[in-house]
């Protein structure tokens, strides 16, 4: 049996909607310090954590909105979320259907031995022209699941792929914001039939009714076309489709079905079956039956923990600036204060450092030091230590200052914190209210960006008040 | 350890004006001082020895001091320690004559600050460029020892801010008298409070000048100081300390104190023979870059006791008319902090004070006089010089 062994989704703080906005519904926003690398790794997190890292031997990273072009992301993913060195990696990029893709393809290495456990990740942050609908509509978030052959929690039974070259909405390679034709083309010869096509070929292919399924989570463009397609198959929406969640989290693209399947998988009962739409230059329809484990694995921070976890942006500007669209002849992005481009050799040599947060801790007195230290701060040996991983310790903050002079984040909360367990390190904070911070206050550990200068994303974990109690 | 105290004089010095002079080189900087300096000493520009060039950001190597001077092949070195670059200049040129290797040294600090967008040159401190790190302007450093200092003493935001305004207040007072400092205005503890915030906590008036400036010394051995002129000061002791980042790498460093401030005080002091800096010390020049850091050092140079430097700026101690005047020239908040210069202008407002040549500003009966010059944010460097007057 393969199928998902754990799961964890990840929907950034921030939306954006409400009167103010002139939306009638909100949706979720990544900080400026986000983007989809930083949201797989917190999705990455969400589902790997108290698991046996070293197990993962595949990561597939699924996105149309990959930071770099010529990078890859999955590779900063895996190194992120603290993965062996041993693992392969591979993005699948740019389509909407990336994510049910990239869970098919993890179905296939794990069924054919070529691996025992792949983790998937998919996160999108797209962007809609300024002031036009896609803009409102499309929402920013990740989901990640680990497939394998033991302890499966929702085996994948059966899929049905459909491939189809359709112009309904899309980017070239130098384009920021999505092109799109009239969406009655898209819905009526794209969505409409080809996600139909996929549906029915795998009831067909699996011989299964209707009713042989207790859950439809299906990719759908906008509120109304999944629930017309699901009635035009035989299906009872109002009973069998999963919410999309348009109206409180928006369209995420890559990670869309994910998010919703990370939501249906939140409240499945064992015995459950799920039928998966994923739909973007073709269709994957997936069956998926729940099993006796998946009261292990559910997820404490489900979906709706995240959604329901929010603060607005206050104000339309706020969300141009984050996406750097109020001066885009800027090459830098200094987000907070001021920063030195760093240099790609000390990049690459301190990787453990930035990606994973890692310290030093003294072999012979014990003291945890971050950056780690070839000799240690307090007893003065030299080379005996052991590296410790702090992206995961809970912090409390020991001081802080703001800095009022910064240019997107205004003002910057640079916080001391000590991490439990000892060690002390020297941060920004993120998702913030300014209100709030105080001495003694406790934070968690996010993986974001911390800068951008000279086409380098400069990643690094920031402090933020810890979200979930 | 045998020291040096008393085996060196500091026979003449200068300072230019120090401000945003757009109109001087850093040549200028340090030909304008070097030659006051040299004129105040009486001697000849070809008597000196060797030298010692401090500065941070404005250019490499000794040359930056021979090809204003035209030092014609004597041997000059730039040194560098962050802020304590002047000090550093005085200090390795002190040593250069108690060693008898030289006879009359140069010393001279300079910055030229303003020749640089926003008046930091951060391409010019590496190798920052090797290490990922979360890299903040100088205030937020200190920023974070106020907050700091403010819960372990459980003062409300309003309470600390207005302690530490006090602190500018009684400087831009003492600056008004200064004929060469960048700032000369009159403020109030509102003018303070009403500035914009710049690093929470601290406000725009809580930080230093970001000035231009030179100053110089000329040192030689305290006989040849006596052949040459009645008038000369002593130095009686130095200390450095620098610190190796334990504000940032252990979790029991309670920021409300600066460990390197401590540790050079107590060098200076052993060197100097001080046994209670608190009483004995007559004037003090120290490095307020920031407000909280002058309230800090009070405590951490034993000038108020630990926890007391509220008490004792309440009560005006170190005011020009106090017990213990801090800053009679203004400090770095209003002379302003080119930063490889204010080291040797720290000095020179001492030398002037222990000589009695302060003017408006003098402080009665100094005979022992501190200068204390940080270099680095917390953590790092920290150098302190005790001086007293010939006689």
């Not at chain 1, 990696?89 to 792949?118: E, M, P, Q, R, Y």
């Not at chain 1, 130098?174 to 819905?187: H, P, S």
């Not at chain 1, 030093?360 to 052991?386: A, E, L, M």
């Amino acid at each position: 049996m393969v199928g998902i062994t754990s799961y964890g989704s990840y929907i950034p703080l921030w939306r954006m909607g409400g009167k103010a906005m002139g939306m009638k519904t909100d949706r979720a926003v990544a900080c400026f310090d986000e983007d989809s690398i930083t949201m797989a790794v917190a999705a990455g997190e969400n589902c790997l954590k108290g698991s046996d890292r070293t197990l993962i031997d595949k990561v597939f990273f699924a996105s149309t909105t990959f930071p770099y072009k010529e990078k890859q992301g999955a590779a900063v993913v895996a190194a992120a979320c603290d993965l062996p060195q041993g693992v392969g990696t591979a993005d699948i990029a740019n389509s909407l259907k990336g994510g049910t893709s990239a869970l098919l393809s993890a179905f296939d290495s794990v069924a054919a031995k070529s691996a025992k456990k792949v983790m998937v990740a998919a996160a999108d942050t797209r962007m809609g022209l300024p002031m036009e609908q896609h803009e409102r509509t499309f929402g920013d978030g990740a989901a990640a699941f680990v497939i394998g052959d033991t302890d499966v929690a929702a085996e994948i039974e059966a899929s049905y792929s459909v491939s189809c070259d359709i112009l309904d909405i899309w980017r070239t390679q130098d384009d920021k914001f999505v092109r799109f034709w009239e969406a009655r083309f898209g819905l009526t010869e794209g969505y409409n039939k080809i996600a139909a096509q996929a549906v029915a070929g795998l009831m067909k292919k699996c011989n299964l009714q209707p009713s042989d399924f207790s859950k439809l989570v299906f990719y759908t463009p906008d509120p109304k076309s999944s629930a017309g397609l699901a009635k035009r198959l035989g299906f009872d929406p109002n009973t069998q489709l999963q919410n999309p969640m348009l109206e409180v989290l928006g369209n995420t693209g890559a990670s869309f079905a994910l998010i919703q399947l990370a939501a249906a998988l939140d409240e499945a009962k064992p015995g459950d079956r799920i039928l998966l739409l994923g739909y973007g230059d073709g269709a994957d329809a997936i069956s998926i039956k729940v099993t006796e484990q998946i009261d292990k694995i559910r997820n404490k921070n489900g979906v709706k923990a995240y959604l329901d976890s929010k603060k607005m942006i206050p104000a339309y500007t706020t969300y141009l600036l984050w996406r750097g669209l109020l001066n885009p002849e800027h090459e830098k992005i200094y987000y907070s204060g001021y920063q030195e481009n760093t240099a790609v050799p000390a990049l690459y040599r301190e990787r453990s450092r930035i990606l994973t947060l890692c310290g030093s801790k003294c072999k012979v007195c014990g003291t945890v030091q971050f950056p780690p230290q070839r000799v240690c701060i307090k007893c003065g040996s030299v080379d005996q230590y052991d590296e410790v991983k702090l992206s995961d310790k809970k912090a409390t903050v020991f001081t802080y200052s703001m800095d009022y002079m910064s240019m997107v984040d205004q003002p910057c909360v640079l916080p001391i914190v000590d991490f439990e367990g000892g060690g002390r390190a020297e941060v920004y904070m993120t998702d913030k209210d300014v209100k709030e911070v105080k001495v003694g206050m406790e934070v968690e550990m996010t993986f974001r960006k911390i800068f951008f200068d000279e086409g380098i994303y400069h990643y690094y974990w920031k402090a933020m008040p810890v979200r979930f109690l | 350890m045998e020291g040096i105290k008393d085996k060196v004089a500091i026979i003449g010095m200068g300072c230019t004006k120090f401000g945003e002079l757009w109109d001087k080189s850093p040549d200028d900087l340090v030909l304008d001082s070097c030659m006051e300096a040299i004129k105040d000493a009486g001697i000849d520009i070809k008597e000196i020895q060797a030298g010692w060039l401090g500065t941070v950001t404005t250019g490499n190597s000794g040359t930056i001091l021979t090809r204003p001077l035209k030092l014609n092949y004597v041997p000059v070195t730039r040194v560098e320690n962050v802020c304590c670059s002047g000090t550093e200049a005085i200090r390795n040129a002190a040593y250069g004559v108690a060693s008898g290797a030289y006879d009359i040294v140069i010393a001279c600090g300079m910055e030229k600050l303003k020749d640089h967008n926003t008046g930091f040159n951060w391409a010019r401190m590496p190798p920052d460029y090797s290490r990922v790190d979360v890299r903040t302007a100088p205030a937020q450093f200190f920023a974070k020892t106020a907050t700091r200092y403010f819960h372990h003493y459980g003062l409300s935001l309003e309470e600390g801010k207005t302690l530490l305004a006090k602190i500018a207040v009684k400087n831009h007072h003492n600056g008004t008298m200064s004929p060469n400092a960048h700032l000369r205005n009159e403020i109030t503890i509102e003018t303070v409070l009403k500035s914009p915030m710049i690093a929470y906590p601290l406000s725009l008036y809580d930080a230093c000048g970001i000035s231009d400036g030179g100053s110089a010394a000329i040192l030689t051995t305290p006989e040849i100081a006596k052949s040459l002129k009645k008038d000369y000061i002593l130095i009686k002791g130095f200390g450095l300390s620098s610190g190796s980042g334990q504000p940032f790498l252990t979790t029991d460093y309670d920021f409300i104190h600066m460990e390197e401030n401590i540790k050079a005080a107590q060098a200076a002091y052993r060197e100097a023979g001080i046994k209670n800096p608190h009483e004995e010390i007559d004037v003090a020049e120290v490095h307020d870059c920031f407000t909280i850091h002058e309230l800090l050092i009070y405590e951490d140079l034993g000038l108020s006791a630990k926890g007391e430097g509220r008490k004792d700026v309440e009560e005006g101690r170190f005011a020009l008319d106090g017990a213990l005047p801090v800053n009679p020239d203004g400090g770095l908040k209003c002379f302003g902090h080119p930063l490889g210069a204010s080291g040797i202008r720290m000095v020179y407002e001492i030398y002037n004070q222990l000589l009695e040549k302060a003017g408006k500003r003098q402080v009665k009966n100094a005979r022992i006089g501190l200068s204390h010059n940080l270099g680095g944010v917390p953590g790092a460097n920290c150098a302190v010089a005790v001086f007293g007057r010939n006689n």
